[in-house]
């Protein structure tokens, strides 16, 4: 047991951040957050008239640079290894291939209109960021459902392997902890914590919150189990009265997945944009227009006299007055680059602990809609490839992709298996959980992104402090953006942030020099 | 205190309910719900040729009844008072007018594309017969936000009346209750409720569900309240540490309010269909054709030697063999109806009960979105109207339809207001969640179901078990649908459910009097 924060998050693939320095900032007190969109780059109008940047990587961190650059009048180019943008925000559909750095191809065959966000697949709503731009960009968005009652938890040990629902798994907890604390309460056990009348208010309360029943004994609720629902003339509602009990709950161990729907970014509301994660880097894109180059690997970073020389694509070069590294650091730390001692450690640090968090994605009947009342969200299973993630997209539609397995293939011994070994695991876990209907998943990918050409890692590991103080300052006119520069590691959020504030210093460090001039 | 669930439905307007017959069904157990759409109607094909059917109400119920005898080859015809479908199942827009009784009009002049759902606005994914209907149907849905732990709760009792996150309440509640439990199984106050083993593991998961720090003492989480959320750079997290004490919790008796998502027809996923809930009463009236005839309220219903006879409009009559009284009993009880003395009383009694649930929608600038960051939702106060309920619909652009206040109007002495004095106190409501924004809106409408007319009430009441019993069974010819005849008061599914089990009953009666013929 003894689960910590962390280690779910880890279990459930969204690992990495760093502890950090501290600064301080306004303190909202128990009020509402106001909305979170980024602060405005403090730099005059046309500050960057004249002066020429160029940007490495055409991810969110890398076309938030470009963007808000090019907005304040820098002549931006944006070198881009691939032929798209958005680098892990990748939509794949029918068409696109899965391509492995050992040159393992994986062609993607699933019906039109069906496709899977690789990477990122969710914008919380407290990521104001990221929804500033949607809006911007006019980027349409529609709900990502995150927690659904109706998913699943499934674990070997407990219920004969059978899976349980969250409803029942979420409420029966709640229902047992509560009957434990008003026993403990009308036994005396807490007289010294809480004044006679609060311990009867409590005692009151507990039969609302568990819900309990008069007695004070948890005995089941139509907030976790239904044998019946209620209908026409005389059909009634039956509530299950076999809630699971504490020692079961015990066994099953749930708790980290009765619980992240309430991780602070994973809470209700979320976000996709319609038509897949990438549609937010397509419109920076074309909202860039010609900035954006193209098939234009970066081969060589050189310091020059008056700033960057960067090499690229078939030898050809771009002379600038500063670069943005927005890369992984995987892919920074193979390319020639005129790094200082400091920043070139910490690049080959971090570069070497990049994650290798995966999905595998197939194409389905919707029979997790039709036949279990799951539209969206999450089950878990404490053995095998996990969590299952429902589509959010095109509910009610006949088919849909589903995910089966979004974790570090680092786990449970997922990267000794060869992809076909990888796929039986991921159907056996739609078996475990949806019995009967592991045979109708079909065309199945494993997007593994420590194997991805151009990435090679999902996001950063855990790295000294002091690495992270050296990449979030420039080497010279090199700076350095993505998520791994920010402590959102593994969303956009913390890409478009980094990106935003390397304009920022960029934008300073030009004030300075003119000052000086 | 002591708030029992049926309380809590009554105050935010989904009271109701018969406790009814009892019946058994399949035992579904720890297993998930499998779909729960309605059971095929129990008919042989075209059983119900060359018989003639007369159906009273173009709601859901009356369509349901008129949508499935169509199928089955019954000569359908259907009288509706208005010149639209849908009864309560209404999407008020720019044109529409609020008419009461009295003869008060409300027009509405919102702005083009915003809508109101005045009577239902939810799909619950366990609502399996409407879902089916709108699969059938093919009417788009989309997801509806009913819980964001963005929303807000607030009692002028506590805080200063400064409204609170449910994010804080939330998981403060839980952090509270988690602490106190720890206390009492260290204080050995469980030893006799749980094995040593048992009281260890429960004191290592309430770290996890809490959290607890490790002493076993709550002391805020990233789960309710963020002082500075984490960026890029040195940006790091600060969480605040300050939560809610139980005292203060006690005090703000936020519990109802805190588990409403876990209502078992309140849980997520939920719907709703795009462009308005009556987007499915008009695909129900497209597929009927002219089977449906507008402005036609019955002004008589008489049993005939063969079966019935209905008086509507201007003096029109229609003969049929069967009769499906489909209107809230509100107007029923008002019609000169050929009824025997039970049915009389229990139409009577049932029309007396009705409840005056009512929503006060405005227009406004989504400030809620944009400087709040909630997205669907309700937020709920102690005192005033309440629940305020933020639109599922259009969410990102730039006006929406916010609703301040769905309750009873009995309830806090609403009834007794003018309706100015209502939308001030609307407005107000707003006011204190959304200091400074009351102002910004615009366009109330009071939609206060007991005076509309054609309904004169929003869903029947506490009434008699033997009425229940009487109106679920027809009086000769005449057969009794709505919500009202189901356990699922207040919600379309108990109105089509009720539909359906109409002409089932029907069915029976055709092939029981064939048989005998």
Redesign the interface.
């Known amino acids: 047991?003894?689960?910590?924060?962390r280690d779910?998050l880890m279990r459930v693939g969204q690992a990495g951040?760093y502890?950090?320095?501290?600064?301080?900032?306004?303190?909202?007190?128990?009020?509402?957050?106001?909305?979170?969109a980024a602060e405005p780059i403090a730099a005059a109008e046309r500050a960057g008239k004249g002066i020429k940047l160029v940007v490495m990587g055409g991810g969110v961190a890398g076309l938030t640079t470009a963007y808000e650059a090019k907005k304040l009048g820098y002549d931006v180019t944006l070198l881009e290894a691939r032929h798209r943008p958005g680098g892990r925000a990748w939509s794949a559909r029918n068409g696109d291939v899965v391509e492995f750095v050992d040159g393992t191809k994986q062609p993607i065959t699933w019906s039109e209109g069906l496709y899977q966000n690789m990477g990122p697949a969710r914008l919380p709503?407290?990521h104001?960021t990221m929804?500033g731009y949607?809006?911007e960009l006019k980027v349409?968005?529609?709900?990502e459902?995150n927690?659904?009652?109706?998913t699943?938890l499934q674990n070997d040990k407990v219920?004969g392997g059978?899976?349980?629902?969250q409803?029942?798994a979420?409420?029966d907890?709640r229902g047992q902890?509560?009957e434990?604390?008003s026993?403990?309460?009308a036994?005396?056990?807490?007289d010294q914590?809480?004044t006679s009348e609060?311990r009867q208010?409590?005692t009151?309360?507990l039969?609302?919150?568990g819900?309990l029943d008069k007695g004070g004994k948890y005995v089941g609720s139509?907030?976790a189990?239904?044998?019946?629902?209620?209908?026409?003339?005389?059909?009634?509602?039956?509530v299950?009265d076999?809630p699971?009990t504490?020692?079961e709950l015990?066994d099953a161990n749930f708790?980290?997945a009765e619980?992240y729907e309430?991780?602070?970014d994973w809470?209700?509301?979320m976000?996709q944009p319609i038509n897949g994660m990438q549609q937010i880097s397509i419109a920076f894109a074309k909202a860039l227009g010609p900035v954006v180059v193209y098939d234009a690997p970066v081969t060589e970073i050189a310091k020059t006299a008056k700033g960057v020389r960067v090499t690229y694509g078939s030898g050809k070069t771009i002379e600038a007055d500063y670069a943005v590294c927005a890369m992984p650091l995987t892919i920074l730390k193979k390319i020639k680059a005129d790094l200082d001692p400091a920043h070139r450690g910490a690049v080959d640090r971090g570069g070497a602990s990049y994650r290798g968090s995966c999905k595998v994605p197939w194409e389905s009947r919707r029979f997790w809609e039709?036949?279990?009342?799951?539209?969206?969200?999450l089950s878990f299973l404490a053995q095998g490839p996990s969590p299952i993630w429902y589509p959010?997209a095109s509910?009610?539609s006949e088919r849909g992709i589903i995910v089966s397995g979004y974790m570090d293939e680092a786990m449970g011994g997922f990267d000794q298996m060869t992809i076909e070994q990888k796929f039986e695991a991921s159907r056996a876990s739609i078996e475990k959980l949806h019995p009967g209907h592991g045979k109708e998943l079909e065309k199945p990918i494993f997007c593994g992104w420590k194997h991805i050409k151009w990435n090679e890692g999902s996001w950063i590991g855990q790295t000294p402090q002091a690495d992270y103080d050296i990449l979030?300052q420039p080497d010279g006119p090199i700076f350095f953006a993505g998520d791994h520069?920010?402590?959102?590691v593994g969303w956009q959020e913390?890409a478009a942030?980094?990106g935003?504030?390397a304009v920022q210093m960029i934008c300073d460090r030009v004030k300075d020099t003119s000052a000086r001039a």
């Open positions: 047991m003894g689960i910590t924060r779910f951040g502890s950090a320095a501290f600064a301080t900032m306004q303190s909202l007190g128990l009020m509402p957050m106001k909305a979170t709503s407290v104001g929804l949607c809006r349409p968005l529609e709900v459902v927690t659904s009652r109706s699943l219920n059978k899976a349980i629902c409803r029942k979420i409420n907890t902890l509560s434990l604390l026993k403990a309460i036994g005396g056990a807490l914590e809480l609060d208010r409590m009151d309360v039969k609302v919150y819900p139509d907030r189990d239904i044998k019946r629902y209620p209908g026409a003339g005389p059909q009634t509602m039956i299950d076999h699971l504490l020692p015990l708790w980290s619980l309430e991780a602070w809470q209700a509301t976000f039709t036949d279990y009342n799951i539209y969206g969200g959010s509910m009610f979030t520069t920010s402590h959102v913390g942030l980094s935003r504030r």
